[in-house]
C-alpha cells in the first residue's frame, strides 16, 4: 500500500455528535452520556462531514488570519529543519548518502532552510508589533 500526503484547507466548528446527528457546543444539545466530542467540517465542495476530535486538532490548524498562515509554516519547516539537522549531523548521514555533490547539496539545504526560518520568525514578529 502506497502512503500519501493531502493538504485541504476546511470551514469547522466544534460540534458534539449524538446518535448519529451533529450539534454545535454553541447551541443546544440533547443530555446524554454518549456525546462524541468533534468538529462539523465543512469542505470547499460544500459537502459537510464530522471529526472526531483528536483526528481534526492532529490534521488541521487554525488559519484564519495571513499571521495564522505564516506561523503554521514556521512551525512546519522548524520540524522539517529539525530533522534534516538530526540527519545531517549523524553518522548515518555519509553511510546513506553517499554521493558527494548530494551531501554538499543537503548541508546547502539546511542552510537556506535556518535563513528562511528566521526570516518567516522576522515576519511574524513585525505583524505583532
Known amino acids: 500500500m502506497k502512503k500519501y500526503i493531502g493538504t485541504k484547507e476546511v470551514s469547522a466548528t466544534p460540534a458534539w455528535r449524538l446518535g448519529g ?3 454545535p457546543k454553541d447551541g443546544q444539545v440533547p443530555r446524554s452520556m454518549n456525546r462524541e466530542d468533534g468538529y462539523k467540517v465543512i469542505y470547499e465542495n460544500g459537502c459537510e462531514s464530522w471529526s472526531p476530535k483528536e483526528a481534526f486538532e ?72
Open 58 to 129: 492532529k490534521a488541521y490548524k487554525i488559519a484564519d488570519t495571513f499571521k495564522d498562515r505564516l506561523m503554521i509554516e514556521q512551525q512546519e519547516l522548524a520540524g522539517r529543519l529539525g530533522k534534516l539537522c538530526s540527519f545531517v549531523d549523524s553518522p548515518k548521514f555519509e553511510e546513506v548518502v553517499t554521493d558527494k555533490e548530494q551531501r554538499e547539496l543537503l548541508l546547502k539545504q539546511r542552510k537556506y532552510m535556518g535563513e528562511y526560518l528566521f526570516v518567516l520568525g522576522k515576519r511574524i514578529t513585525l505583524l505583532s508589533e
Open 21 to 23: 446527528k451533529v450539534y
